[in-house]
């Protein structure tokens, strides 16, 4: 079991995070993200907005990878559950991986609000569990996948920059004629 | 994106559009005058639920009660 955790600022106010949040794949920095699909969304009594997704990703592994897992195909399937507080501005997400299970848990968490000392910024909470089973290098393969998992977060990051980046630009007019 | 549903796609993206919209406009500005993508949700997830059964995409634990659970 490994416990791994991050924190990162983005430079933008937390509703402008948020939407790209949303809008997150595809990007380039995540090819591996072939498939997101919304499963059930709702509003709670409090007014949060509760999404379920399932995300599809194809993860290219390394064929000695896949053959000491043992599976010929690398599809995987993620389901992810976010919540959105637009009155406390918050934004939750979970995710768990649902194939593999019997070989690995990844259990992440990632929230989103407003940085305490300046409004105008955006805070990235972001911790995972990752927990490989019934391996005996187990503490070591953990240990690379939180490697791994601080590598994608920072294409995480940089895929709700570009988001935000490429949303501003079609805002801009062609000619500055004034 | 794709859906992971290949045929699904189109509803998908329909569906995601018609929800960034009131997303943005709506909902993050506190109004809650009712979800306008509803219909184009049902149509959506219907393809989606009969590609996860065919992919035998294990799934449990999450209920397809639809978008509108909890009209506010």
């Known amino acids: 079991m490994k416990i791994w955790s991050t924190e990162h600022v983005f430079s933008y106010p937390w509703e402008t995070v948020i939407k790209a949040a949303m809008r997150k794949y595809p990007n380039p920095m995540n090819p591996s993200v072939v498939g997101v699909d919304v499963l059930d969304r709702n509003l709670d009594p409090e007014g949060r907005l509760h999404s379920h997704r399932l995300l599809s990703t194809e993860w290219g592994l390394p064929g000695i990878v896949r053959a000491i897992m043992g599976t010929s195909h690398t599809r995987t399937y993620v389901k992810e559950h976010s919540i959105v507080d637009p009155e406390e501005k918050t934004m939750e997400l979970c995710s768990t991986n649902i194939t593999l299970t019997n070989l690995v848990s990844v259990d992440e968490r990632l929230v989103y609000r407003p940085h305490p000392d300046n409004p105008d910024v955006t805070v990235l909470t972001q911790e995972a569990i990752i927990t490989v089973k019934g391996v005996s290098l187990s503490s070591y393969l953990e240990g690379m996948m939180a490697l791994r998992m601080s590598a994608n977060a920072r294409k995480g990051w940089d895929a709700i920059e570009w988001i935000i980046q490429n949303s501003e630009r079609e805002n801009v007019p062609l000619c500055d004629l004034y | ?72």
Not at chain 2, 10 to 36: H, I, T, V
């Open chain 2, 1 to 72: 994106m794709n859906s992971v549903g290949e045929g699904c796609t189109d509803l998908k993206r329909e569906y995601d559009q018609c929800f960034n919209r009131w997303f943005a406009e709506k909902f993050l500005k506190g109004d809650r005058s009712g979800d306008p993508c509803t219909e184009m949700f049902k149509k959506y997830q219907h393809c989606v639920q009969k590609a996860i059964k065919e992919k035998d995409i294990p799934i449990d634990g999450v209920e397809f009660m639809g978008p509108n659970k909890d009209k506010p």
